[in-house]
């Protein structure tokens, strides 16, 4: 911990002008955009392309502009990370400016950014080419966390870079965009681990002062699914348990042991074995599902900066469908973490960790109180939100769920605690556009639900409510069973007899 | 009407000529007057135009359509596809003519929809590359037609990139799947001078391409990474720009990253460069130490012995940085070669006397990890260390356990289990599959029964049993059933199905795919077909309440009492027990009864009863075998061509696994495209029966298998028989080395892989006795070549006699440790004999 970083008690020690929190934070739910992008977007819609692309895009797709005032860099020893959008507490910023200082392990922490904008600059599954969305970093005081979602909505990377790494001033709290690009990419790479590297989050009085005007301008599409996707992952990870650690060397091995053929094909299971791990064929308990593991290649420049690999996943058993999965490395000063999918084809959008949680009105009603109540918090303590806001236990739990579906909690595996930052993206993180949601909402509306005792029919779909849970004789649920969320069948016969 | 008359029949004709002189000269008014007819005739009658002539329509349209925005989509819908045709130019250029005689302000707009539009399409990009050309607009450069640029032009002279294309040549190093067009057409060795890569290298050297740049980009490119085939492009290219030792100076981070990360023939550029600079003296030490980190743990071998051996150089050079070195030489010690881990810790040791006592004490803590004769070495120079972690599992694993689920309750059940079953068709999971069969039955029965209870009306039982049994297989099971159904009663005899319509020829079709041709009475499908076969007419013509054979146990074995007590069921309620239900019923008893169970089935005095009374009587192998005539039919050992219901057969006879695995053997030896064959040696593993050598053999050919999840799942196999105890580690090392001597599907560099996670797992003592019983036969002085991954093979050994400490002597070992030179083998060996005597 360096001597001038706040630590996360001193949060609001930090000297933020008086009341600018209470002011800078909308009244809808805290979820708050800068002005200009904000004000931007009919422009943006109005000049947008009108032809659309041929293959099929959902409809549910907004335009999303990063405005930098440069390209991020390093110049003189100073990696300046631009800024675009998103939110501050200090002052509603289109470019707002996070942290100036020095970072330790330069090298380490570098490697660790090309990682995540490898992460947010592939399609794992059928590469598509076209415009991909930039990392978010928040600051929150005492670390910094960079955080991407893979063009194909299956892969999470985070990047949280601890106070052991900086020693500088922390001039504002929040979340944004941050640029990093092919240029800046290659120019990380060159970074070498006994560099002194100084770090700009924002741009710094010398490019404000001098600039006048956007110098990088990107419009992207951010696909409702995506946004949802991105959203999801906490509320998936939020569940996983540490399964095992392993060594560096035998991490290296085993992950450079999985064959090409292997990379393409379905999901396996992997167990530990002695300090290692294997494949296995079968979820054993304390397995993690592992898919698609060419989709963890952004670790391997890493791992011989790495303490261990840590290794997450959700309690399985020998029937367990496949199943999402975190790979941490513990790195000096840092942490990396990589979430996959169950499936390679599979993004986190349609995994329908939500369906559990939008039962009722009051979540969302809780979910906003609780937001106005969180001022970047590297920990998101739960006993003290219940304390503050005077709800149960039971219901600040689901709230925190809820906010998270709105993306504005992430959740910490290593720490095991939620953390708070605002997604950057506007509108789109709705939680209520889900499409079961809706079709099962029409389903009711158009008297297709009869129930009968623990028992229900849905145009010609069976549904059973039983002690573990409901079941529907649909093709989804056949597929899944239940693994990816409730079918619009199973919605429909909730929403008439009452959650059980 | 008239032109329209034509151009339609032109477009029927797919005379392409034909259409663009008929569109080349009209007024806008005229071809205004054609779009109306021709999007309508698209719309409606496209289905009726051959597949060839369809994109008539593309070039029709460039002829005729008012905006930009229509002709785009138009295009794209319509593709631009040419029938090879001789002498015929390829439509995009008709296309273009066309596009051109009409004049219209808009080409560029066009240009540009068509742009955002493409996907993979090559004649689309020439089009649009043309259309650039011709409006004189700023090339579109996006990632897609950065790709179909580089795919159009990979063969391309170095004359023909016109400059108007350079930024997308500057692109080509982005964009993902682009590498591989940089290929040069003939080869790396040859230079003809054509070639999209030669001709980017032609250009730089001449100065069209600033050559900083190129080689920046190019380095960046293998940095990012991608399929091997694309790097490889990338690494051509480096290597014909023969960049020069100031170039590469200025660059070293960039080579170290490429080396941390890259595919191996890029990493060995990597390495190479940094060499040569080291070679120049303008590498200094903290960026060559960097550099070996991020090699140290990569598996290709030869890179970190040279890294190590330059290693050495640089200290003898530089002998002041010797504490940074070996620290950084540490991490060789955890390398899962053991010849890498004795280099590194020769090299350490000799340096160890001139490191700080504090680099010492880090060494010898790396060096825990290592096998038991390295430490004792390295206990010598970096003083002792901690206690080595156990590398292995104390304990097996205890095999997972299944619960059998409760039996399907009611309709609505069933139907979620009857569309879990569809959608899961890859492979049937037996426990689950004959809990469908006994809800299916028995729910039918209770259905028929009463009309009066929860009746789900629209379940159609028959169409839903045939879609069941049929959608599976080609086999088209039992389409005459569903014909009349009729209120049978429990009592009614099972008929006689040989006079059924439509019998007979299923019965031939069957016969037929399993290879018997022509048909005969006595050709009998195996007993599962048999039994599916059985329910899907007994349920309409004589319903039972319930189906004998349905297993009390996960894997496939029936409890004798429960057996009798349905038994007893029938005879109280006087229904006959259908045939073959009966059969598989009898299969799946466990070979040790209770004595007593016969006379209590005598009893019964029914004919089910006395039929099990004499099963019992019988020796458990003669009175399975006396069966196995009408089973072992056929390609796949009789046990059906239904590949999806191959993993149902171990349960069809759980208690005599032997038998199933000499009947599965053929399918399991095929390796290469055994797919699912681990689940099988699974479910053998989990069934009861002896260990025979066929089983052994299917399992050390499961072992060897050409997919890793395959062999995954024969390490799991072979875990759960040595948690049940019935794992003889020496009778299948045995097998492996006499099946890699004499066949050639045997892998034996495969098989060590996958022993050592079983050793690792905890069936250590095992995997010793496998391997010490395996040696003999590989290492026997009549074995000419030593088979690949032999080394690896008596290292492993050497790990576990480590772990374990046994005693006694492996035939040849001694032989081979005498050997001259100091191939890995033979080091391995003398390594074993050392550890064999417990010389440390």
């Known amino acids: 911990m360096s001597g001038q970083v706040p630590v996360a008690g001193d949060l609001h020690g930090l000297e933020l002008s008086g009341g600018m929190v209470a002011q800078t934070r909308p009244g809808d739910g805290g979820r708050f955009l800068p002005g200009e992008v904000a004000a931007a977007r009919p422009a943006d819609l109005a000049g947008a392309p009108v032809a659309q692309p041929t293959h099929r895009v959902s409809v549910n797709s907004s335009k999303h502009s990063y405005r930098y005032l440069r390209p991020s860099d390093i110049r003189d020893g100073v990696l300046g990370l631009q800024t675009s959008g998103g939110t501050a507490l200090r002052r509603p910023a289109a470019n707002p400016l996070f942290f100036t200082g020095f970072i330790r392990h330069a090298g380490v922490v570098a490697a660790g950014l090309c990682s995540v904008a490898k992460v947010a600059a592939t399609r794992y599954f059928r590469p598509v080419p076209g415009g991909l969305r930039d990392p978010v970093v928040t600051c929150s005081g005492d670390r910094l966390r960079f955080e991407s979602f893979s063009g194909c909505g299956g892969v999470y990377s985070r990047l949280d870079v601890l106070s052991d790494a900086l020693d500088g001033e922390v001039h504002d709290l929040g979340t944004t965009n941050v640029d990093v690009g092919e240029p800046l990419r290659r120019m990380l790479a060159r970074v070498g681990g006994r560099d002194p590297l100084r770090l700009t989050v924002g741009p710094d009085e010398l490019i404000v002062s001098t ?87 952004g670790l391997l420049p890493l791992l011989p900066h790495a303490k261990a690999l840590r290794v997450y996943g959700p309690a399985v058993t020998p029937t367990s469908m496949p199943c999402a999965s975190a790979w941490e490395l513990q790195l000096a000063g840092t942490r ?58 039971d219901r600040v739990r689901s709230a925190v769920v809820g906010l998270g579906l709105s993306g504005q909690v992430g959740y910490d595996l290593a720490e095991a605690a ?46 059973r409510f039983t002690a573990n849970g409901p079941s529907c004789s649909c093709r989804w649920w056949a597929e899944y069973r239940g693994s990816r969320g409730k079918c619009k069948h199973v919605l429909a016969a909730e929403l008439v007899v009452g959650v059980r | 009407m008239a032109e329209w008359e034509q151009l339609r029949s032109l477009l029927e004709a797919g005379d392409f000529r034909g259409i663009a002189s008929l569109l080349r000269d009209l007024t806008e008014a005229e071809r205004k007057a054609l779009a109306g007819p021709l999007t309508e005739f698209a719309r409606k009658e496209q289905g009726s135009l051959p597949f060839n002539h369809l994109s008539g329509l593309s070039l029709a349209g ?150 900083d740049e190129v080689i920046d980009r190019c380095l960046a490119a293998m940095q990012r990474g991608g399929r091997p085939s694309d790097v490889r492009g990338y690494l051509n290219l480096y290597n014909a720009l023969e960049p020069q030792l100031p170039e590469v100076v200025a660059r070293l981070r960039d080579y170290v990253a490429v080396l941390a990360a890259a595919h191996s023939t890029v990493a060995g550029m990597a390495q190479r460069e940094l060499f040569r600079a080291d070679d120049a003296g303008q590498l200094e030490i903290g960026m060559f130490l960097d550099a070996s980190r991020a090699a140290f743990l990569r598996s290709e071998k030869k890179l970190v012995q040279a890294l190590m051996d330059r290693l050495r150089v640089v200290l003898a050079r530089q002998p002041g940085a010797v504490d940074d070195a070996l620290r950084t030489l540490a991490a060789v010690f955890d390398h899962q070669a053991t010849d890498l881990q004795k280099r ?260 019964l005095g029914t004919a089910a009863g006395d039929r099990l009374a004499q099963w019992l009587a019988e020796d458990p192998d003669d009175r399975v075998t006396a069966l196995l005539p009408t089973l072992c039919r056929g390609r796949s050992g009789g046990f059906g061509i239904a590949r999806e219901f191959r993993t149902c057969w171990p349960a069809v006879l759980p208690a005599h696994r032997d038998m199933v695995a000499k009947h599965l053997l053929p399918e399991l030896t095929y390796t290469e495209e055994a797919r699912g064959g681990g689940r099988l040696l699974i479910a053998l ?61 045997m892998t034996l560099a495969r098989v060590g892989q996958c022993l050592q996670d079983l050793a690792r797992s905890g069936a250590a003592a095992q995997t010793w006795d496998l391997v010490a019983a395996a040696l003999p036969r590989l290492i026997s002085p009549s074995v000419e070549r030593p088979p690949h991954g032999l080394a690896d093979l008596i290292g492993l050994g050497v790990e576990l006699a480590e772990l374990l400490h046994p005693t006694g002597d492996i035939p040849h070992l001694a032989d081979l440790a005498a050997r001259r030179g100091s191939s890995r083998t033979v080091t391995e060996a003398r390594r074993l004999i050392a550890g064999l005597q417990g010389v440390p």
């Open chain 2, 344 to 603: 590194a810790l020769d090299l350490a040791v000799a340096h160890a006397p001139a490191a700080s006592a504090e680099t010492r004490n880090e060494l010898a803590s790396a060096a825990a990890g290592l096998p038991a004769d390295f430490r004792a070495l390295a206990g010598k120079a970096f003083g002792a260390a901690a206690c080595p972690t156990l590398a292995v599992a104390a304990a097996l694993p205890a095999p997972p356990t299944r619960e059998l689920p409760p039996p399907i309750a009611s309709p609505a059940e069933l139907a979620e289990e009857i569309a879990a079953h569809h959608a899961n068709a890859a492979f049937v999971d037996p426990v689950r599959f004959e809990r469908l069969l006994a809800g299916l039955v028995a729910l039918s029965y209770q259905d028929r029964l009463s009309r009066t209870g929860p009746v789900v009306d629209d379940i159609n039982w028959d169409s839903w049993l045939m879609h069941t049994l049929s959608e599976h297989t080609e086999l088209r099971f039992a389409n005459f059933v569903a014909g009349t159904p009729r209120r049978a009663t429990v009592k009614a005899r099972y008929p006689d199905i040989e006079t059924f319509a439509g019998e007979r020829g299923w019965q031939q079709k069957l016969s037929q795919s399993y290879g018997l041709k022509p048909y005969s009475a006595s050709d009998r499908p195996g007993i599962l077909m048999l039994r599916l076969h059985e329910i899907s007419i007994g349920l309409v013509h004589a319903p039972r309440p319930l189906l004998l054979a349905t297993p009390t146990s996960s894997t496939g074995l029936l409890d004798p009492d429960v057996l009798l007590d349905r038994l007893t069921n029938a005879a109280t309620e006087e229904w006959e027990p259908w045939r073959h239900d009966l059969i598989q019923a009898l299969l799946r008893l466990p070979t040790d009864c209770d004595p007593s169970l016969a006379s209590r089935a005598r009893r």
């Open chain 1, 336 to 393: 990396l973490v990589v979430v996959l999918s169950p499936e390679l084809n599979r993004g986190f959008s349609g995994e329908g960790a939500v369906l559990d949680f939008i039962a009722g009105d009051q979540v969302a009603r809780d979910a906003e109180l609780l937001g106005a109540l969180l001022a970047f918090e590297p920990r998101v303590e739960l006993d003290l939100l219940g304390e503050r806001s005077g709800l149960s236990p």
């Open chain 1, 418 to 463: 939620y953390f708070h930052r605002v997604l950057p993206y506007d509108g789109g993180l709705a939680e209520q556009c889900n499409p079961r949601l809706r079709d099962a909402r029409a389903l009711v509306r158009a008297g297709a639900v009869t129930v009968d005792g623990d028992c229900a029919r849905v145009r010609g779909h069976h549904i």
């Open chain 1, 211 to 297: 600039l006048d005007g956007v110098a990088v301008e990107t419009k992207v599409d951010l696909p409702q699914r995506w946004l949802k996707g991105f959203a999801e992952v906490q509320v998936i990870t939020a569940g996983f348990e540490p399964r095992a650690e392993v060594p560096v060397a035998e991490a290296t091995r085993f992950l450079r042991s999985l064959s090409s053929a292997q990379r393409a094909r379905g999901a396996s299971w992997v167990v530990p074995s002695g300090r290692s791990l294997r494949l296995s064929s079968r979820a054993v308990p304390g397995a993690v599902c592992l898919a698609g593991p060419q989709r963890l290649d």
């Open chain 2, 685 to 745: 593993a989990e069934a009861d029966g002896p260990v025979t050598e066929e089983m052994l053999d299917a399992l050390a050919y499961g072992l060897s298998a050409r997919h890793q999840d395959e062999r995954a799942a024969a390490v799991d196999a072979l875990l759960v028989l040595a948690a049940r105890s019935q794992l003889d580690g020496a009778a299948l090392g045995r097998r492996i080395g006499h099946l890699t001597a004499t066949s050639r599907q």
């Open chain 2, 62 to 211: 460039a002829g005729v359509l008012p905006s930009p925005s229509a002709l785009a989509r138009w295009i794209v819908r319509h593709r631009l596809y040419t029938a090879y045709i001789p002498g015929l130019p390829p439509l995009f250029e008709l296309t273009l003519d066309l596009l051109r005689a009409r004049g219209v302000p808009w080409l560029g707009d066009l240009a540009r929809r068509l742009t955002v539009r493409l996907r993979d399409d090559t004649a689309l990009v020439q089009l649009i590359l043309g259309l650039v050309a011709i409006s004189g607009i700023d090339l579109p450069v996006t990632d897609a037609l950065v790709e179909g640029w580089a795919e159009v032009n990979s063969h391309i002279a170095p004359a023909a990139l016109r400059p108007e294309w350079d930024p997308l040549v500057l692109r080509t190093f982005e964009v993902d799947n682009v590498g591989r067009f940089l290929h040069f057409p003939n080869g790396t060795g040859v230079r003809d001078g054509t070639g999209l890569g030669l001709s980017i290298v032609a250009l730089t050297t001449e100065g069209r391409f600033d050559r």
